[in-house]
């Protein structure tokens, strides 16, 4: 079986972990024994370089391929240009809930992504969603199955706190909080994880860790190092941040966002916060610092072995070539 990944989200330079999620699925396929080429473009949000990216992809041998795989709703418009292959589609989570400014309004860009997305899920063979919650935006009708991104159980384990907080050369006394992902982007909240821990009661002596632009070998360092992971996102699909804070016994705070809830409602020491305010968010994580000892994450973790999900995937691969 050959398969042709399309993704806009993809490394730019060494180190660059942007498609990690990608590159992770695409690796584990080839462990399965497939044969799986990538297709990598930059949209950024000018409809110029989709066209130009149809283009250059209509131009390779898309016969020898049994089937396209677009990541994220934007990659399947460029996938759905060719009539040669079929397309299966995974969506992640914004496209096709829409990108949010930092009022929590749908930008402009947003909705035309969400509409585009859409637009694409009425076309292709076979549509992924990560996470159940994004059921209700797709288009009456369209079927789907659900596939999480999987987690390399094997990377995210529980190790001794102060090894990895030595190893990342951070302060053994503090109670550090784990903020994963780019500060920058509106629909991470970074603001309000700041003022979050900033309502922490002094005598925590709380810290706040920004995980972003790392290396990935050190991301399980920074789960194990740390005393809980703050989520405060306004939309999300499936986190991966939430599955390998599992793994790792990592305690969990989070907005209701994504599919948080249904992942960590049964983890004692987890909790989801109904109303994104900061003193609530404050007042749960408080309660995750104070716990005695580590959460029992793993075994709800296992279900996201990513060994397994990708058996998933190629059983939708099968039944789109049948």
Known sequence: MKILLVT???ERYPGDISGIHVRQQAEQ???AGLTVDVFPFHGEKNPLNYWRAARELKKLN???YDLIHAHHGQSGIVALAQRIRPVIVTFHGSDLQGIRAVSGQITLT????????????RRADSVILVAQNLARQLPRGVKYQIIPVGINLDVFHPMPRAEARRALNLPQEKKL??????????????WLAEKTVSLLPPELNAKLIVAHGIPPHEMPLY???CDALLVTSSTEGSPSAVKEALACNLPIVSTDVGDV???VEDVKGCEVC???????LASALARALHLPKRINGQEAARVFDEKILTQKIIQIYRGVMQ
């Open 223 to 225: 789960m194990n190092a």
């Open 274 to 280: 109904g109303y994104p305010m900061p003193d609530a």
């Open 261 to 263: 809830r249904a992942r």
């Open 8 to 10: 806009t989200e993809w």
């Open 110 to 121: 947003g909705y035309a992504l969400r509409v585009a997305s859409r637009w694409v899920a």
């Open 62 to 64: 898309l016969a020898q």
């Open 29 to 31: 396929l080839r462990a």
């Open 177 to 190: 909080v784990l903020f994963v992902g780019d500060p920058t982007r509106t629909e991470k909240r970074f």
